[in-house]
């Protein structure tokens, strides 16, 4: 296993829909294990993909390790299946925007369903931060970003505090 670099925004990379994984093969074997080692490196709780240069739809959190509590999971092509009417507002941090976070609203409580890396299917709800950790690790597979989910004043405010300590 070995460590990645992470993309940093704004690479292009990270502005890319990803392609769906077809098989699940050596190579995106090799893949899951690098993302969650890298990503427990960093640390950080999920990491996608794209982020590491890679346009597949995978993605891989761990909500709860750095509190003792390590739920790892591998993602595949996963999709929301129900999402809840109510909404939260999270502080959200991104490996690969480092050193700011963004005040994003995203509902609550969503369901998804993704396939494992042993090829099973999976549905699970998520609620609080693993929702929001779960949409934002999701985005990252559509070329979407925390900044695209803020109004133009607040976008420019925080684009202006990223690139002021990058
Ligand atoms: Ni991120």
């Known amino acids: 296993m070995s460590v990645l670099p992470i993309l940093k925004w ?6 890319e829909t ?4 077809e098989e699940i093969t050596d190579d995106v074997r090799t893949l899951v294990a690098d ?11 999920g990491l996608a993909a794209p982020q590491v240069g890679i346009l597949s739809r995978i993605f ?25 009417d109510e909404r939260a507002e999270n502080d959200e ?11 994003v609203s995203r509902p609550s409580r969503v ?8 090829g099973a299917r999976y549905v699970q ?3 609080g931060f693993a929702a929001a950790c779960a949409q934002h690790e999701l985005d990252h597979l559509d ?4 900044f695209d989910h803020l109004d133009a004043v607040a976008r420019s405010a925080i684009e202006a505090e990223y690139e002021a300590q990058a």
């Open 35 to 45: 993302m969650l080692e890298t990503m427990y490196a960093a640390p950080g709780r």
């Open 18 to 21: 990803c392609a769906p994984v």
């Open 111 to 118: 369901q998804m369903v993704w396939t494992s890396l042993e």
């Open 143 to 146: 070329g979407v970003i925390t």
């Open 60 to 84: 891989v959190m761990d909500v709860g390790w750095k509190e003792g509590k390590s739920d790892p999971l591998v993602c595949i092509n996963p999709m929301l299946q129900e999402v809840g």
């Open 10 to 15: 704004p690479d292009p990379r990270l502005m």
């Open 125 to 127: 709800s998520f609620e």
């Open 93 to 103: 941090g991104c490996l690969s925007i480092p050193g700011v976070s963004a005040t």
